[in-house]
């Protein structure tokens, strides 16, 4: 099932009983801007909730785990929902992906391209290829390695929502780098935290 199937799905499909305990009235130009534009500044917290809880049970991902979450743009007020490292690992395992590094190189004389393919199992010849770019200017040693490896993970997740069709999500390597992309403190934290504890590129 594609992103734009799985979204109208779970704007429309919400399990009755949470709609007998908030009844959430959500008008036709808020959905709009959620579904067309991806902006869910204006659902409530509990719909946003039930939107996901719906995204997870189309997609067959553990809702539990939290493999979505949204960011908010401070600059354009935009409310986005994006991946976290749990959902491309949940969707690796359940759709048997796999990701191979295809190439790596210099690009602009201080950034490397990292680029991955990753191919659906079985007969078909389908697959996916997609781009982790970082900037490693006056980067040394350690620094250097694990730019390059921030780079790896990129591309990897990318490659693994584009083939799994949810190519218009951005992952949560890509949030983290941005420079008007703000979070919940206790995200912030336990990303900070994930980063200390976990080596580059095994995400």
């Known amino acids: 099932m594609n992103v734009s199937d799985a979204t109208t799905n779970a704007v429309a499909r919400v399990p009755p009983q949470q709609q007998q305990l908030t009844q959430p009235t959500v008008l036709p130009d808020v959905i709009e801007q959620a579904l067309i534009k991806g902006d869910f500044s204006k659902l409530s917290s509990e719909q946003r909730l039930f939107y996901v809880k719906a995204l997870c049970d189309d997609l067959g991902l553990n809702f539990k785990t939290r493999p979505f979450d949204f960011f908010l743009d401070k600059k354009s007020g935009k409310m986005t929902l994006y991946a976290r490292k749990d959902c491309t690992e949940q969707l690796r395992k359940l759709h048997r992906v796999s990701v191979d590094l295809v190439a790596t190189e210099v690009i602009f004389?201080?950034?490397?391209?990292?680029?991955?393919?990753?191919?659906?199992?079985?007969?078909?010849?389908?697959?996916?290829?997609?781009?982790?770019?970082?900037?490693?200017?006056?980067?040394?040693?350690?620094?250097?390695?694990?730019?390059?490896?921030?780079?790896?993970?990129?591309?990897?997740?990318?490659?693994?929502?584009?083939?799994?069709?949810?190519?218009?999500?951005?992952?949560?390597?890509?949030?983290?780098?941005?420079?008007?992309?703000?979070l919940p403190r206790e995200q912030q934290q336990q990303q900070q935290a994930e980063a200390a504890t976990t080596p580059p590129g095994l995400h």
């Open 109 to 182: 004389t201080d950034c490397i391209m990292v680029r991955v393919t990753a191919p659906l199992p079985g007969k078909t010849k389908r697959h996916d290829d997609d781009v982790g770019v970082v900037c490693v200017d006056k980067l040394k040693g350690d620094d250097k390695a694990n730019a390059l490896m921030k780079a790896v993970t990129k591309a990897k997740r990318r490659a693994t929502l584009s083939i799994c069709g949810l190519g218009g999500i951005p992952d949560e390597s890509e949030i983290a780098d941005s420079p008007t992309a703000s």
